[in-house]
């Protein structure tokens, strides 16, 4: 976050398009804004006696239509009424199944707020939370109490299953309910400090959400919700609510416990209509065999929790019908959803990334640089928001606390929250997510896309699933791959990774450490597990602790912007503009950015690689990859391939070479080696150039066989580097000496001599 405050920062307040444009046209009875301020058991009462006998909630062994909803959660208030005082916290510890619904019922018509807490949290995390939460009582199942469940000394247990049971009812809970601007629920995640933090959100955020996710999927009686989301998650609280407040029927399935071929099938038994997940489920469902017939009852899926992928979401509409509607969303714990949309049926191809959607009403938005400045449209900045639709701050020693949100002294009735997400703005409207903050890189001056990476990992036929992380490896920032092979993996897996991702990716975005395992950990809101991949790659690399940090704006020399200028001059008729516009911005083309780095190598007196210079870069990152290759030495990088050292012509790496590495990228990897400037060869300075292109090979191969090239005059050059290295005891496995017309590179290399010592 910037140093900029809030009333300094100028807001869009868009007037999107309809909630569900694009999206289904099935009658339903709509979500009324005014609802959001009535108390949810207000809201289930009247369900409940208009969908009495309607089954309200099921899972794979049990089911409760809104009667026995009703009746079970007035049995359980009273439980709570006797056991919790007066406005202390309520914890539930139950498994995603049909019986949580009534917990959280129940909490909120005692006035007492409700802890979520996933069943599956260590047993270490679920004490940490209850210790901070301030917790009363704890709800959950005889199963556990008989299992031995270990909780902190001095907490009361309720068991739930003492509600369930059919028996006499309470006609109306005995206590007041809830506020619907109290913090009625508690949910925690993973904070900075490594220390679970809890955030507390009251009914009308919640209530409104739901109105939000009803009004634009047209959900009606007649539909049945299956939710895989973590209760102790926003998305598997709301889609508890949006369910059941409409007369639909809830499905609730834990995923750990049921299995995803399980869940697959109960979807086509159970009739599913609607579901919700994340990418990173609905990414293994699309890959299931046969699966299609399973989903075909599907009318509605909704995607969140993650960004989702292009190639994810043409795999997943390969085998859902072809009528079902796809809805993304994005959101936050602080924020239970700020963009939305169906995403239309003929989406273009514009990126890895699916748009995450509209700002959604309610929503004033900002994307701001490094410092606090709007961005462009169409360019990276940071998502502020503010907006009275948020959650209410931190729940620390059971009560609310300022911390999450900074205050608009214009407004100060809607909160403003930083994100900490990357995103950009089409001149639609539509807003894409591009990632974390903390997650954004920069190598040899671009900006690198981790979901590029993961896009044509995943397009590999050898590859299931994959992750890619940006970390710092002695100072450095590193791509780290973790890819999931298919079944049958072969001895040359990693090669294959390797050699695939060589035609699809430029030498910056190629991860320096590829590790393969068995399967992608996922965190109970079913996201990946960044931590537990870390961990594993630790074992073998010196990652230094913390998110990567991107460094400090670098600024350029005077000598190497200055030459920029010049260059950029000479290209273009004129300087650059002073809103610092890229090479394509200002209008530049291949044949231009050809006589701009050909000005620059002019300049320098050296020959300039084409790797490092392409039309994304402003003049200032033009600059600074100047000085980069001023200062640099070839790198080290391993690779699968063999690796042939090529030695250019007079004018060193031009336009034509690049395209004959890249038609060989498939089966070789060629480097090029670079003079020491233009001037020395043109004083003839033989000696001095074979001891400057003699020292790059070694620094880049210090051991092992040498595989040796030279390209028109540079073919004297390498049968001279080679004599001197086999002085030095390097063994020269293969000399090539290419002819000066390599135009027709697809018929592979034409060479005039090929020496094996």
């Not at 056991?83 to 139950?94: F, N």
């Not at 002073?578 to 911005?585: A, N, Q, V």
């Not at 039309?615 to 990859?625: D, H, I, R, T």
Request: charge should be negative; include cysteine; aromatic fraction near 6%.
């Amino acid at each position: 976050m910037t140093s900029v405050q809030a009333s300094e920062i100028v807001w869009s307040c868009p007037s999107g398009p309809p909630l569900d444009l694009n999206g289904p046209t099935v009658p339903f009875r709509p979500f009324r804004e005014d609802w959001v301020d009535r108390p949810v058991i207000d809201l289930f009462q009247s369900a409940a006696a208009e969908f009495g006998d309607r089954v309200a909630c099921e899972d794979i062994a049990a089911r409760s239509t809104y009667a026995q909803v009703w009746a079970a959660c007035r049995r359980l208030t009273y439980m709570i009424d006797s056991a919790v005082p007066a406005g202390q916290a309520v914890g539930i510890l139950l498994p995603n199944e049909a019986a949580y619904p009534v917990a959280i019922l129940a909490c909120l018509a005692a006035n007492r707020p409700c802890v979520m807490i996933d069943r599956h949290h260590p047993e270490e995390r679920v004490s940490a939370i209850v210790r901070d939460a301030g917790v009363g009582a704890i709800i959950l199942a005889r199963s556990d109490i008989v299992g031995g469940l270990l909780l902190p000394a001095g907490v009361r247990t309720i068991v739930i299953d003492e509600a369930l049971e059919e028996g006499p009812a309470p006609d109306r809970p005995s206590t007041s309910p809830m506020s619907p601007g109290a913090a009625g629920f508690i949910i925690y995640t993973s904070g900075s400090t490594g220390q679970p933090k809890g955030i507390a959100i009251s009914q009308r955020a919640i209530l409104h959400r739901v109105g939000q996710l009803i009004n634009a999927v047209h959900l009606h009686p007649e539909d049945k919700l299956l939710s895989l989301a973590s209760p102790s998650t926003i998305a598997g609280l709301q889609h508890i609510f949006e369910a059941m407040l409409t007369g639909a029927t809830l499905v609730k399935l834990d995923l750990q416990r049921t299995g995803l071929g399980r869940v697959v099938q109960a979807i086509g038994e159970m009739g599913i209509t609607m579901m919700f997940s994340t990418p990173a489920v609905w990414r293994n469902v699309s890959r299931i065999d046969g699966v299609a017939p399973a989903l075909a009852g599907l009318r509605c899926v909704h995607s969140s929790g993650d960004a989702l992928l292009a190639i994810d979401l043409e795999q997943l509409r390969e085998v859902l019908p072809e009528d079902c509607h796809v809805l993304s969303s994005y959101g936050a714990s602080e924020a239970p959803a700020l963009l939305q949309w169906f995403v239309p049926p003929e989406l273009p191809n514009d990126g890895p990334r699916v748009p995450a959607g509209y700002p959604l009403p309610g929503f004033d938005f900002a994307l701001l640089d490094d410092s606090g400045n709007a961005v462009k449209e169409g360019e990276p900045g940071e998502l502020v928001v503010k907006s009275p639709w948020m959650a209410l701050g931190l729940w620390r020693g059971g009560a609310v606390q300022p911390g999450l949100f900074q205050q608009d002294s214009r407004d100060p009735s809607a909160p403003v929250y930083w994100t900490g997400d990357i995103a950009s703005r089409g001149s639609d409207g539509v807003i894409v997510m591009l990632g974390r903050k903390d997650r954004q890189i920069k190598i040899l001056g671009n900006r690198v896309e981790l979901a590029e990476i993961e896009t044509a990992l995943r397009q590999a036929p050898e590859v299931a699933d994959a992750a890619v992380l940006a970390r710092s490896i002695a100072g450095e920032p590193r791509l780290l791959a973790f890819v999931v092979p298919r079944a049958g993996r072969s001895s040359s897996f990693m090669a294959a990774v390797r050699q695939h991702l060589k035609g699809r990716l430029p030498a910056h975005m190629q991860p320096s450490h590829l590790h393969a395992i068995e399967e992608l950990p996922l965190l109970p809101g079913r996201k990946i597990d960044e931590d537990a991949l870390l961990a594993q790659a630790m074992r073998h690399l010196p990652i230094e602790p913390g998110p990567f940090s991107p460094p400090a704006p670098a600024r350029p020399t005077q000598r190497s912007a200055d030459m920029v200028t010049n260059a950029w001059r000479r290209a273009f008729g004129q300087p650059p503009a002073e809103d610092g516009r890229s090479f394509d911005e200002a209008g530049g083309d291949s044949l231009r950015l050809l006589l701009l780095v050909l000005h620059l190598e002019q300049a320098s007196g050296r020959a300039l690689s084409l790797d490092h210079f392409h039309g994304g870069l402003k003049p200032v990152e033009l600059a600074l990859a100047l000085d980069r290759l001023n200062q640099e030495q070839p790198p080290v990088i391993a690779n699968a391939l063999p690796t042939v050292f090529l030695v250019p012509g007079r004018w060193g790496d031009t336009p034509l070479l690049a395209r004959f590495r890249m038609a060989c990228a498939n089966g070789i990897r060629i480097v090029p080696t670079s003079y020491p400037d233009l001037r020395s060869l043109a004083r003839g300075d033989f000696e001095d150039i074979v001891a400057h292109l003699s020292a790059q090979i070694e620094q880049s191969a210090p051991e092992g066989a040498i595989l040796l090239a030279g390209y028109s005059m540079g073919g004297d050059f390498a049968y001279a580097v080679a004599d001197r290295l086999l002085k030095r005891g390097r063994r020269i496995s293969t000399l090539l000496v290419l002819d000066t017309n390599i135009e027709d590179y697809s018929l592979g290399v034409k060479s005039r001599a090929i020496v094996t010592p």
